[in-house]
T-cell receptor, first 113, second 113 residues
Framework: QKEVEQNSGPLSVPEGAIASLNCTYS??????FFWYRQYSGKSPELIMF????GDKEDGRFTAQLNKASQYVSLLIRDSQPSDSATYLC?????????????FGTGTRLLVSP | DTAVSQTPKYLVTQMGNDKSIKCEQN?????MYWYKQDSKKFLKIMFS???????INETVPNRFSPKSPDKAHLNLHINSLELGDSAVYFC????????????FGDGTRLSIL
């Protein structure tokens, strides 16, 4: 079992719809969770991070964390064609100065005009 | 201003050669990382340095030798390059406080002929 699992997709949504990206993790010691967006040929770019159970909103993006279910999600409201990219979920564990980020394989999102 | 910069952007070389990739960050972070992203886009940590000290070594072949001359720089030297080393190598940095995100450089695309 991979430490961080994501459906590879592609997830196809029409412009203006809500895109829902999901991620599960196996290590209960994971403390913080990150969503990165990666366009083809580019580097990962931080979208959001969350470390408390519940929802965290930032503009069109909402991250959700459920530690009991070991589940993290990212909702993108009013999806735009420019949101088409691979979304990487990552779980972080460790202490100060000794932290490790484990990535999922990413979900490819396609937003059609 | 580039936060995490790595050079070169592209590296094309023959099997058996030795090559180096350099990384610098101007974010004042204490921790730097090297990641490898393979052809299936899986991003995996290779090394982590905190204040010039090696913290994480993810069972990477000893042909790969990282060096951190100071906490703003982390270089990667690869000896006797093999076909399987072809990948994109990303440098990243972060604060060493728990829960802080990592910021990535633009990547170095290494192609072995």
């Amino acid at each position: 079992q991979k430490e961080v699992e994501q459906n590879s997709g592609p997830l196809s949504v029409p412009e203006g719809a809500i895109a829902s990206l999901n991620c599960t993790y196996s290590d209960r010691g994971s403390q913080s969770f990150f969503w990165y967006r990666q366009y083809s040929g580019k580097s990962p770019e931080l979208i959001m991070f969350i470390y408390s159970n519940g929802d965290k909103e930032d503009g069109r993006f909402t991250a959700q964390l459920n530690k009991a279910s070991q589940y993290v999600s990212l909702l993108i409201r009013d999806s735009q064609p420019s949101d088409s990219a691979t979304y990487l979920c990552a779980a972080q564990r460790g202490n100060t100065g000794f932290q490790k980020l484990v990535f999922g394989t990413g979900t490819r999102l396609l937003v059609s005009p | 201003d580039t936060a995490v910069s790595q050079t070169p952007k592209y590296l094309v070389t023959q099997m058996g050669n030795d090559k180096s990739i350099k990384c610098e960050q101007n974010l004042g972070h204490d921790t730097m990382y090297w990641y490898k992203q393979d052809s299936k886009k899986f991003l995996k940590i290779m090394f982590s340095y905190n204040n010039k000290e090696l913290i994480i070594n993810e069972t990477v072949p000893n042909r790969f030798s990282p060096k951190s001359p100071d906490k703003a720089h982390l270089n990667l030297h690869i000896n006797s390059l093999e076909l399987g080393d072809s990948a994109v190598y990303f440098c990243a940095s972060s604060s060493d406080r728990v829960g802080q995100p990592q910021h990535f450089g633009d990547g170095t695309r290494l192609s072995i002929l």
